[in-house]
């Protein structure tokens, strides 16, 4: 029997908050578990798999530590090496801007090039690993794709990132939460976004396809059938 009124929803604030608590401690426990530095990459990758289930609604459905340790164990070297590429990336883009920190025009312009190009590394970041997650794409195919998808939904990410401001503020103000709520906060509230930006890009392109299908030549009503299978989804 289902809870409904105050009742119901006490019932719900406190699943949603001893999930949470739940999904921090097997990030926190599998990062150890892999020494830290091995484990933090996969244990990520298993928290978004589970928190993209919490976001469609499937509190219930969603087997946490089963689906977490599959994820881990499946994923420990691809998120590895992910995590190393992106890192070398960001090192990269802050090696260069100490590099060209004099003065100049000429390093003022290159500053400038590094500052639009950090912004884009951040944004796709932002993304990677709900796109990780969400498609089934490897390699630089997913950093293009997370990329294009944040570029895409500017609003989403101002969206996103007041909310992990606000999430900032909070755990300065009760430094305590960090490590009951943290890693599990972070990632639902990128998981809880994200999810909405997938949501839109679904209705658009069945709209696409709508419009395509009405549009279609007299052929097809006349009994020449042609293949309206629509193409595969690229992010």
Known sequence: MELTGIWGSFYRVSVFISKLAYGNALWLGFTVLGLGLF??????????????????????????????????????????????????????????????????????????????????YGSMLLLYFPTYVGFDLKGLNRVRAALLISCGHPLHLILLGASLYGLQFLFMSMPGLILFFGAASVVYVISWVAERIFRSMKRLQLSQQKASLEKEPEGVSNGKSRDLRPEQQGA
């Open 39 to 120: 484990g933090a990459a996969p244990a990520t990758v298993a928290l978004f798999a589970v928190t993209r289930g919490w976001v469609n609604g499937k509190w219930e459905e969603v087997p946490v530590f089963k689906t977490f340790w599959q994820t881990y164990k499946q994923e420990f070297w691809r998120a590895n090496g992910a995590a190393l590429a992106l890192f070398l990336v960001g090192f990269l883009l802050y090696w260069n801007f100490t590099l060209f920190a004099g003065p100049g025009l000429a390093m003022m312009v290159v500053r400038g090039l590094l500052l639009i190009v950090s912004v884009l």
